[in-house]
């Protein structure tokens, strides 16, 4: 099993890009610059995913790197998006995990539903996984809580429970 520690995989996914066109994309090309944040969810056409989509949009205002990923394929995607309100104009891709072999080789499949888990998994720029948290499949994240455990990993000390950018360290 992949882990805190451990590199993230290298994977080449069809897309529906920012701008709703169909593409790929490499998850390598995610490193070298910035932090990235790969966020994994059930399924389209749902009711918590565009809130959680529209919300992690957010964190490319915190100069990130972001990827969302589910089994649904690009064209689902594109549908899902051009038709949903909330996600119309997100400035990150949604990618298509089908088969579910990337979110398998991170044990992030919910076997049972047949689909990823709802797993957030965030890794610095040399592509090493520094944290991966999952929720039930009907509770959604906050993306308050992302961009601080982001700000905390990057802060490089001892960071304190309810750590906030400017907080001295701990130890």
Known sequence: MITVGDFFPTYKLNACLEDNSIGEIHTDDYYGNKWSVFYFYPKDFTFIC?????????????????????????????????????????????AADTGLSLARELNLVEEREGVCLRATVICDKN?????????????????????????????GGLTACNWKPGDGFVG
């Open 127 to 155: 592509k090493i996984i520094q944290h991966i948290s999952i929720n039930a499949l009907d509770t959604g994240r906050d993306v308050d809580v992302i961009i601080n455990t982001v700000n905390a990993l990057k802060a």
């Open 50 to 94: 565009p809130t959680e989509i529209k919300e992690m949009d957010r964190l490319l205002d915190e100069d990130l790197n972001v990827v969302g990923i589910s089994g649904d394929n690009e064209f689902c995607k594109k549908a899902w998006k051009e038709s949903n309100d909330l996600i119309k104009n997100i400035r990150h891709p949604l």
